[in-house]
C-alpha cells in the first residue's frame, strides 16, 4: 500500500460537475493498493499518517501531527499509485490490486483512519474519474509505501 501525503490549506474533489468532499487545512491523502496488501499495511499506514510531525508549532517547527492542530483529512483512492516504470514508457499497473481487493482494502483504511483522528475523514469516490483540487501548503509532500518500513 502507498500513500501520497500532502499537507494542504484546503482541497475538494469533484466528480461530474459536483462537489463530493472539500476540507480546510489538513492532509491530502491519495492511497493505492496493492495486491499483497492486507490489514497489517493498513495499521502501519494509519499509525504513521496520524503521527507525521508535519504542522508547524507556535515557533515555526514542524513538530505537530494532524491531530493536535484539529487538521482535516480528505482520501482519495489512486490506484496510478501502483504504476510501475522500470521498462518503456507506458507505465504497468499489474501490482494494483483489483476492485474486488482494492475497494474493501480502502473502505477499511478510511475507517481505520477516521478511528484514529476520532473524527469522520473525507473521501472521494472509489474508483470514480475525480476532479481533485488543492492548494499545497508548503509545500509539503510526502510518500509512504508500507512494504518499504525503514
Same mark, same amino acid.
Given at each position: 500500500m502507498r500513500l501520497l501525503i500532502q499537507r494542504v490549506r484546503d482541497a475538494s474533489v469533484v466528480i461530474d460537475g459536483t462537489l463530493r468532499s472539500?476540507?480546510?487545512? $489538513? =492532509? =491530502?491523502?491519495?492511497?493505492?493498493i496493492g495486491s499483497d496488501d492486507g490489514d497489517e499495511d493498513i495499521a502501519y499506514l494509519v499509525r504513521k499518517l496520524v503521527q507525521l510531525r508535519i504542522f508547524d508549532d507556535a515557533q515555526g517547527t514542524m513538530n505537530l501531527d494532524v491531530r493536535q492542530t484539529g487538521g482535516e483529512v480528505l482520501v482519495v483512492s489512486q490506484f %496510478? =499509485?501502483?504504476? !510501475? %516504470? /522500470? /521498462? $518503456? &514508457? /507506458?507505465? !504497468?499497473?499489474?501490482?494494483?490490486?483489483?476492485?474486488a481487493v482494492s475497494r474493501p482494502l480502502y473502505e477499511r483504511f478510511v475507517a481505520a483512519a477516521a478511528a484514529a483522528l476520532g473524527r469522520p475523514v473525507a473521501t472521494g469516490v472509489f474508483g470514480a474519474d475525480m476532479q481533485v483540487s488543492l492548494t &499545497?501548503?508548503?509545500?509539503? %509532500?510526502?510518500w509512504l509505501d508500507s512494504k518499504n518500513r525503514e
Open positions: 472539500a476540507i480546510g487545512p $489538513g =492532509l =491530502l491523502v491519495f492511497a493505492g %496510478t =499509485l501502483m504504476a !510501475s %516504470t /522500470r /521498462r $518503456g &514508457n /507506458r507505465p !504497468s499497473y499489474v501490482a494494483a490490486a483489483p476492485e &499545497n501548503d508548503g509545500p509539503v %509532500t510526502l
